[in-house]
Structures are given as structure tokens and as C-alpha cells.
């Protein structure tokens, strides 16, 4: 679209040679083009972390009802919610769960590797909760709900910090746009008269 509009204004104003405006905008185009991808990107993976740090406990919490029941191990009831729930954190819990079964290797390392990929510090402590679980013999329906209700006080803290902070920001646009035009007019009118008897002196 740069080099396009560049060769339409290289045409229009018919100057001889070569159009080096449509190669500067085709350069300009290419940089603002994949800056505004690059920044959705980010946009959208923050967005879907956020909805895995929120969904996370319900699935969690999913898991531990079918422990207390006594109808799976921990593995197959983390296994039989995530397959319940259709949401990110589902999601990622059973593509941790197929890299345990084609890789070979523990929940832990396959959730400890969901983690760093997606960079969600949540499936470390998961992963974690695992681990003590299984060396030391602490029931996982216990861990498990300690774990979703950390995660659970940790997004109201959240949003609760969110909520305190939206008056401080608030203020903000009302000192852009009502303060300081207002400032602007009293020193227009404060000034302008002596600015005018001193030009007269």
C-alpha cells in the first residue's frame, strides 16, 4: 500500500527519475504493518493467558470432586475434566496430557513444557503440586483445591488492585482534557492584557 501510494504521488506531481517516495513509504508501510501484527499478537496471547489463569481453577476444582469420589486417579481425573471443559485451560491441560502419552515422560515435565512454551507460570505450580503429591503422599484432592483457591485469591487481588487503581487513572483524562485547556485559557486571559500594556510602554 506504500509503494502504491508513493507511485501515485511520484505520478501526480511528474517528476522525472526515480520514485524514491513510493520506496520510502513501501518502507514504512512494510515496519507499521508488521508492528501492528506483532502487537496484536501480544494482545491476543495476553488475553489468553488471562482467560487460563481464570479457568484454570474451575478445571482444578472439576478434578478434585472426581478424587473425592474415588473414581480416578489423579492423572485420569485431571484427564476426564480437561476433556469437560472446553476452554483454554482444558485445552492446554490435554495437549500436556498427549505430550505425557507420545513423548513418554511424566504429567510433571509435560506440564513443567506446556508452561515454558505458553509461558504460564501456573502449570509450574502445578506441576509442582504433582510432584509433592506423589513423593510425599499428600492427598491431591487436598493440593488440588489449595492450588485452585490460590489461583482464585490471586485473580481477585487482582482485580481488586485493578478496581482501587481506575480513580487514580481516571484522573487523567479529566487533567488533559478539562484542566489544562481551562489553565490555557486563564493564562490566555491573564496575560494577554499586560503582554498588550507592555508592548505599548
Not at 502504491?4 to 511520484?10: C, K, N, T, V
Not at 493467558?49 to 481453577?57: D, G, K
Not at 473414581?71 to 485431571?78: H, I, M, R, V
Request: no cysteine.
Amino acid at each position: 500500500m506504500g509503494a502504491i501510494g508513493g507511485l501515485g504521488f511520484w505520478a501526480l506531481e511528474g517528476r522525472a527519475g526515480l520514485p524514491l517516495v513510493a520506496l520510502a513509504l513501501a518502507l514504512v508501510g512494510a515496519g507499521a504493518l508488521s508492528t501492528l501484527t506483532w502487537l496484536q499478537l501480544r494482545f491476543r496471547a495476553r488475553r489468553l493467558r488471562t482467560a487460563v489463569q481464570r479457568r484454570l481453577p474451575r478445571v482444578l476444582t472439576g478434578a478434585r470432586v472426581l478424587l473425592e469420589s474415588g473414581a480416578a486417579t489423579p492423572e485420569g481425573a485431571l484427564a476426564t475434566a480437561a476433556a469437560t471443559y472446553q476452554d483454554p485451560a482444558g485445552d492446554l491441560l490435554r495437549e500436556a496430557l498427549r505430550i505425557k502419552e507420545v513423548q513418554r515422560v511424566d504429567l510433571e515435565a509435560a506440564l513443567d513444557e506446556v508452561g515454558d512454551r505458553y509461558g504460564i507460570e501456573s502449570f509450574h505450580r502445578l506441576a509442582d503440586a504433582f510432584r509433592v503429591g506423589s513423593r510425599y503422599g499428600t492427598p491431591m484432592s487436598a493440593l488440588l483445591a489449595d492450588f485452585a483457591g490460590s489461583l482464585r485469591a490471586g485473580w481477585h487481588a487482582d482485580y481488586r488492585e485493578r478496581i482501587t487503581r481506575a480513580p487514580v487513572l481516571m484522573t487523567v483524562p479529566a487533567l488533559v482534557f478539562f484542566v489544562l485547556p481551562l489553565l490555557v485559557l486563564i493564562m490566555f486571559l491573564v496575560f494577554s492584557p499586560l503582554v498588550g500594556t507592555l508592548s505599548r510602554l
